[in-house]
């Protein structure tokens, strides 16, 4: 018994996520506004990647303005280049898609993110976001990023 408890004790202890140290982390803030056709575009997510893939994300409001997280608890973007790709049909855990929606969303990702639903239709253009032509480099002297874009 005295065996199993032990095992036990060593199987949970790994299970915790590992504390996040942000000190070594350069993050700046970000933010500013989306436009489709001269419109606001509201509930778009807005994605800074790096090369490596990793990502600070946004959700536009029904102004068009957003604000980056770099997670779920810390906001902010890394410096550096990046490409933006904007969608109004991805989904991310605890930004725009909760655990309930887990299985008509998708499966989450080990980033968080999940697929988007096949019946939601995409109103921003694929040179946007899946094949984002847009960039920018992101550094401590500026925090507004604002991107107008055309369905053309």
């Given amino acids: 018994m005295f ?80 490409t933006v790709r904007i969608s109004t049909t991805r989904k991310i855990l605890g930004l725009n898609a909760d655990d309930t929606e887990g299985g008509e969303v998708g499966e989450a990702s080990e980033e968080g993110e999940t697929a988007s639903p096949a019946a939601a239709v995409e109103k921003v253009p694929a040179k946007y976001n899946k094949n984002s032509e847009l960039k920018a480099d992101v550094t401590s002297g500026q925090s507004e990023y604002n991107f107008d874009l055309t369905s053309a």
């Fill in 3 to 82: 065996c199993l408890g032990a095992a036990m004790l060593v199987l949970t202890a790994g299970c915790g996520a590992p504390e996040m140290d942000y000190s070594q982390v350069d993050l700046v803030s970000a933010g500013g506004t989306v436009t489709l056709d001269g419109q606001p575009l509201p509930g778009a997510v807005v994605t800074f990647e790096n090369a490596e893939g990793q990502f600070s994300y946004g959700l536009t409001d029904d102004s068009g303005y957003y604000e980056l997280q770099f997670d779920s608890v810390k906001e902010g973007v890394t410096t550096g280049p990046k």
